[in-house]
């Protein structure tokens, strides 16, 4: 059935001679609007692109750019402006590593340009170990399925050209559009959204655990001495919030429910979230691996790390650095010094800066070497001179 749609688009190309014009922007998964496909995306509604359009799945998000009068497009809404428009693609970009492809018509047309803005760096940046060839391969292809990937600085290029075997015309260093909003004064939309339950300006601990290509459990359960109870008294007596989210694409059953002050961000139900925008009024990022931490390091705020599977995690993915070596922030092993260095950061400003500030600095030059520049005029640019 799908080559025989296939071969019915193929034909209506031909006889109508249809014109490539339309850009198609999505971020890495249809039911969610964030991420550097977003910042782009309105960067190029505010600067009156007309030919560019926002891929979505979410009846939320077709309301909210109705409501803005932007483009888009919704195969569960109207399938033939759908299909109109991906047959007019001349340019389709994505902050993941699969772009946007119903029935394979864009991959099949070599003539149609793939940017993939991407989705983060870190040490955690690299295809998997030497024990996971298949995986590894199947990464590689995936990364050179696009025509230009964006990156961050020149160390993460030359890392990616040498393990995804990519070429270097195929590397831009345009940074991220979401860094440009972080850096920016603008107000965060995502964090007034979130925060409606809670107190006015509260003080915010956010939990951004990475994806595991593996099975795992709610990390932070794995803890010596953790009662989610006992937290949230804590986070009570201290007037503090424990906001967590996990990947899109990874689902732990254990996770802590119905507590006052540790509040879950369901990124289905909350579409709109964007842990960047929301860093801007974060206090503490607790972390593992994720690169969330190489954004968070910019506005040089503490940082935890909790690794309860980092052996496994090391063996099975690998890092580009010794990553404990190089940790921008404490590590606590148990409940207790989870709690020490919570306290000593909230009581304390330059309690964590004094210890990681050189670290900071080092971190900052290898996984984003520049974030002042203007990622969103940039792209907007070379996008604009390939169409």
Not at 77 to 88: I, M, Y
Not at 107 to 133: A, E, Q, R, T, V
Not at 233 to 241: A, G, Q, S, V
Not at 290 to 295: P, V
Request: proline fraction near 4%; aromatic fraction near 20%.
């Amino acid at each position: 059935m799908k080559k025989i749609f296939q071969l019915i688009f193929k034909i209506i190309k031909i006889i109508f001679f249809i014109k490539k014009e339309y850009i198609i922007i999505q971020c890495h998964h249809p039911k969610l609007y964030c991420d550097n496909s977003k910042y782009l995306y309105e960067y190029f509604v505010k600067n009156r692109s007309k030919n560019c359009y926002w891929n979505t799945s979410s009846k939320k998000i077709s309301e909210y750019l109705k409501k803005n009068n932007f483009k888009y497009i919704n195969f569960n809404e109207n399938f033939l402006k759908f299909f109109f428009v991906t047959l007019k693609a001349k340019i389709v970009i994505d902050s993941g590593v699969k772009f946007f492809d119903p029935l394979e018509l864009i991959s099949h047309d070599l003539k149609i340009i793939k940017i993939s803005l991407y989705h983060g760096f870190g040490p955690k940046s690299l295809p998997y170990s030497k024990k996971n060839h298949q995986i590894k391969k199947i990464e590689r292809e995936n990364h050179q399925s696009f025509n230009y990937i964006n990156f961050t600085s020149n160390f993460m290029i030359n890392n990616f050209i040498k393990n995804f075997k990519l070429k270097k015309v195929s590397c831009l260093n345009f940074g991220f559009p979401r860094v440009e909003f972080l850096k920016s004064k603008r107000k965060d939309k995502t964090f007034e959204y979130l925060t409606s339950i809670t107190k006015k300006n509260p003080k915010i601990i956010l939990y951004t655990p990475t994806w595991r290509p593996y099975n795992f459990n709610f990390p932070l359960g794995y803890m010596k001495d953790m009662n989610y109870l006992k937290f949230n008294d804590y986070l009570e007596d201290n007037d503090l919030y424990f906001f967590f989210s996990h990947h899109s694409i990874q689902n732990y059953n254990n996770k802590p429910k119905n507590y006052s002050r540790i509040i879950f961000i369901d990124h289905f139900k909350y579409p709109f979230y964007d842990p960047t925008s929301f860093m801007k009024n974060v206090t503490i990022l607790i972390n593992d691996y994720s690169a969330s931490s190489t954004e968070f390091a910019i506005l040089k705020k503490p940082q935890i790390f909790y690794m309860p599977d980092f052996k496994k995690y090391n063996n099975y993915k690998g890092f580009l650095e010794d990553y404990k070596k190089n940790l921008i922030g404490f590590e606590a092993k148990d409940y207790k010094s989870f709690i020490f260095y919570i306290d000593k950061c909230i009581k304390d400003k330059k309690f964590y800066l004094k210890k990681f500030n050189k670290k900071i600095l080092k971190n900052k030059k290898k996984y984003y070497e520049n974030p002042n520049i203007e990622s969103c005029k940039l792209l907007k640019n070379f996008i604009e001179n390939k169409k």
